[in-house]
């Protein structure tokens, strides 16, 4: 129930409710929290959980006898995610996080002097150290301020010039909320000839993309959020027709053609993102992604629709009326449905977010503080009963 007794409307009556409480069923984590933290590390699914339970019982029981299975296992995630965003699999390379990503471009794009990046005020700072970081080779970042929550795409582009190589943006703003419009985006930078990178963890687990539709160049994420893996393992997409532009970096036996033959020493490089994945990978965290992974496409997520999106949307809708019963502030963004997220930025009127957030976690409710304000991040799974927790939480005086 709201604040003022009327009910919660959480489900939508055209999706079944039988998935949420499967999808429920999978997270071990209810029976102890009302999870409202899916932007910063969440809990584990039961898939990934299960995976990461037969790696360690296989290693310590086994060894490396079970290594040819882990490595078929990987190749299992690296389809997996070739399909959760309309890829093909030799253009996903498997990596530790998001800022791996970024390097593999900022480090190995063909810059030149007086080239400019260009990227967003309020971006996590992963998303603008290795940009800015290119200053020594006479490269600019240009950083377009961001007031409010909405981002106008007229705004990035009016940053844009000759010399623009790469706009880099988030698809979701960890603090904000703002899910960009990618397709508008891609079409506007590629007509300005400029290539576009996307730092998807705040969106991919949730909200459909079809990288092969949209004409996204560059896309990274890390598994630890809303694909809800462990940390340590996520993905790199390169569109194939860019796969030499980048200089490959971190080069290592399992870059070449010739792979696991080590007595010949050949820099054949994989015709593959594979290229970029270097040297032996985080087994045991990419047999849990990959499970993960399957697990969130068995519940509805796809390239193009996505019943988890309506699903985390509808639970974030009930939580920002509740919230508001309560007299907070809504700071992000919630009028452009079309730019709505599962992540909601909001404060209390005279009240310590720090000590809310305390308040709550005392009370076994999970969300962040992040730019001075409290900030919620439920996924499908959350139901009403979450719901009305964090609001007595958060309402306790």
């Known amino acids: 129930m709201l604040p003022d007794g009327r009910k919660m409307n959480t489900v939508d009556p055209q999706l079944p409710v039988e998935t949420w409480q499967t999808f429920r069923a999978q997270m071990p984590v209810t029976k102890n929290w009302a999870y409202f933290d899916h932007a910063a590390v969440a809990p584990l699914s039961l898939p990934a959980a299960t995976a990461l339970e037969k790696w360690s019982h296989q290693a310590v029981h086994h060894g490396d006898t079970q290594w040819p299975d882990w490595y078929a296992g990987a190749e299992q995630t690296r389809q997996h995610a070739a399909t959760m965003i309309g890829a093909q699999a030799d253009e996903i390379a498997l990596v530790p996080n998001t800022t791996t990503g970024i390097h593999l471009v900022a480090e190995g794009f063909p810059w030149q002097a007086g080239d400019n990046l260009v990227t967003l005020s309020n971006e996590f700072p992963s998303n603008l150290y290795p940009w800015m970081n290119l200053q020594s080779r006479g490269v600019e970042t240009r950083r377009v301020v961001v007031e409010h929550a909405a981002i106008a795409i007229d705004q990035i582009l009016e940053a844009c010039d000759?010399?623009?190589?790469?706009?880099?943006?988030?698809?979701?703003?960890?603090?904000?909320?703002?899910?960009?419009?990618?397709?508008?985006?891609?079409?506007?930078?590629?007509?300005?000839?400029?290539?576009?990178?996307?730092?998807?963890?705040?969106?991919?687990?949730?909200?459909?993309?079809?990288?092969?539709?949209?004409?996204?160049?560059?896309?990274?994420?890390?598994?630890?959020?809303?694909?809800?893996?462990?940390?340590?393992?996520?993905?790199?997409?390169?569109?194939?027709?860019?796969?030499?532009?980048?200089?490959?970096?971190?080069?290592?036996?399992?870059?070449?053609?010739?792979?696991?033959?080590?007595?010949?020493?050949?820099?054949?490089?994989?015709?593959?993102?594979?290229?970029?994945?270097?040297?032996?990978?985080?087994?045991?965290?990419?047999?849990?992604?990959?499970?993960?992974?399957?697990?969130?496409?068995?519940?509805?997520?796809?390239?193009?629709?996505?019943?988890?999106?309506?699903?985390?949307?509808?639970v974030t809708n009930a939580s920002v009326d509740g919230l508001r019963q309560l007299g907070a502030v809504i700071h992000s963004d919630r009028k452009n449905i079309k730019h709505n997220s599962g992540i909601v930025s909001f404060s209390i009127p005279g009240k310590d977010p720090a000590e809310i957030r305390q308040r709550c976690l005392e009370q076994k409710v999970v969300l962040s503080c992040r730019d001075g304000r409290l900030r919620i991040s439920p996924h499908a799974y959350v139901n009403e009963e979450d719901v009305e927790r964090l609001c007595r939480a958060v309402s306790d005086d």
């Open 162 to 314: 000759e010399r623009t190589r790469i706009v880099s943006v988030s698809w979701v703003g960890y603090a904000s909320g703002w899910r960009i419009d990618v397709n508008h985006l891609v079409e506007a930078v590629h007509h300005r000839g400029g290539l576009l990178f996307l730092d998807a963890i705040q969106g991919l687990g949730v909200f459909p993309l079809d990288v092969q539709q949209c004409g996204v160049d560059f896309l990274a994420a890390d598994g630890h959020k809303w694909m809800l893996g462990p940390e340590g393992a996520g993905l790199f997409y390169i569109r194939k027709e860019h796969l030499n532009r980048l200089r490959p970096l971190g080069v290592g036996w399992h870059s070449v053609v010739h792979a696991f033959d080590f007595s010949h020493v050949d820099l054949n490089l994989r015709p593959t993102a594979a290229r970029y994945e270097g040297g032996s990978q985080n087994m045991a965290g990419m047999l849990a992604l990959g499970a993960s992974l399957e697990f969130l496409t068995e519940m509805g997520l796809g390239t193009n629709v996505s019943s988890v999106a309506d699903r985390v949307l509808q």
